[in-house]
């Protein structure tokens, strides 16, 4: 069995400041990582993922997530966020023990105040 | 990327009417659909996993008579919620799946109201 836990349900910070969104996994095989972005009313959209090779992944919009191994973590981080990155992130794992059918964590709920 | 779409994106209907909730994937075929559920301020719940002409496979607790779900073709699949109640209210959000390692695409949801 496989499971994802996300540790903050609310990350409130003001813009330009750092964040970071953590992410803990639990699987007996091989995963594969994803992180999605909610935004108000919407579906999920992918944020970034991991598969395979460099364990750094990174966004088109600035984010990025490091798989760990022996943390079993994928954090997601973002140097300095806009006001515009305010929304729900979730944190998916998949993998072949789970038909890769991905189990989601509950979400994070970054609030960026200006 | 892959655009998966939904429709309608609202709706709002009578208590004991049938509602049907269409999810296509615009650009590519996908082996796989996911029907979930989401309360407000909370993860999704995963209701079921349709393949293409296979009847779909429903999660623990979720009625599949209430649920109707069918794959008719490689991209599109509806969920028919029958005699809709209030409590059936919520957001119902749809993703496609062409198999790569689990990454899946997601439809822009359905905000179902009952009343």
């Known amino acids: 069995a496989q499971s994802v836990t996300q540790l903050d349900s609310q990350v409130p910070v003001f813009e330009e400041a750092p964040v970071e969104l953590r992410c803990n996994y639990s699987?007996?095989?091989?995963?594969?990582l994803f992180w999605y972005v909610q935004y108000p009313n919407q579906g999920l959209q992918l944020l970034l993922k991991y598969l395979s090779g460099s364990t750094l992944v990174e966004s088109i919009n600035g984010f990025e997530a490091e798989f760990n191994k022996s943390q079993t973590s994928f954090h997601l981080r973002k140097p300095s966020v806009h006001i515009s990155d305010t929304a729900e992130y979730f944190c998916?794992?998949?993998?072949?023990?789970?038909?890769?059918?991905?189990?989601f964590g509950r979400g994070t709920s970054l609030i960026v105040h200006p | 990327g892959a655009v998966v779409s939904q429709h309608p994106s609202r709706v709002i209907c009578k208590s004991g009417t049938s509602v049907k909730i269409e999810c296509r994937s615009l650009?590519?075929?996908?082996?796989?659909m996911f029907w979930y559920r989401q309360f407000p301020k909370q993860s999704l719940m995963l209701m079921a996993t349709?393949?293409?002409?296979?009847?779909?496979?429903?999660e623990q607790g979720v009625e599949k008579d209430k649920f109707l779900i069918n794959h008719a073709s490689l991209t599109l699949s509806t969920l028919t919620v029958t005699s809709a109640h209030p409590e059936d209210s919520s957001f119902y959000i749809c993703?496609?799946?062409?198999?790569?390692?689990?990454?899946?695409?997601f439809g822009p949801g359905t905000r179902l109201t009952v009343l």
């Open positions: 998916a794992v998949s993998s072949s023990g789970g038909s890769y059918i991905p189990t």
């Open positions: 699987s007996s095989v091989s995963v594969y």
């Open positions: 993703s496609a799946s062409a198999g790569h390692m689990g990454e899946q695409f």
């Open positions: 349709s393949n293409e002409g296979s009847k779909a496979t429903y």
């Open positions: 650009d590519f075929q996908a082996t796989t």
